[in-house]
């Protein structure tokens, strides 16, 4: 009976030492230094809207939509069809493939590795190129597609 409760707790307390040395990890390693790319652009337009969806800005995220296209949705739609979003957490890295412009047009292919903590076994991470659509509107850069975050999940 000693025995199972010395082995209890040594099991405890290394599980106990492991979560303590992720969370300080995790807290520690996140850098949040990024440089930002000029906001008149489509790679900053798209760059702060990645930002705004990883800290939970999602009114902020939501008016980098262009409002004059036929996929366009109200805020609460957008939001309801997104409802996860404030629930999860997860960790999202995205990198600029490719960037064609065409006047006022742009299509960015950017890679999404997007990372989710927990379980006994670890976490989960996956991989995709989601392209991104962008219209000129004055001096701005708005997304015309994909209006969903799928891609997140």
Known sequence: MISSRRWLI???????????ITL????????RNVT???ADTPEGTLQRYLIALQDGD?????SYFFANTPETISYSEWLAQNQALPAIQFNCQATLDKVVQNGNFATIDV???????????????Y???ITFDLAKTGNSWLITSPTNTYWIY
Do not use: D
Not at 24 to 31: A, E, I, K, P
Not at 58 to 62: D, L, S
């Open 24 to 31: 300080s990890l995790v807290l520690l390693t996140h850098n």
């Open 58 to 62: 999602f009114q902020q995220a939501y």
């Open 10 to 20: 040594i099991f405890g307390s290394i599980i106990g030492a492991t979560t303590v």
């Open 111 to 125: 890679s999404v590795t997007t990372s989710f903590p927990g379980g006994l076994a670890g976490g989960s991470q």
């Open 127 to 129: 991989s995709q190129t």
């Open 36 to 38: 930002l790319l000029a």
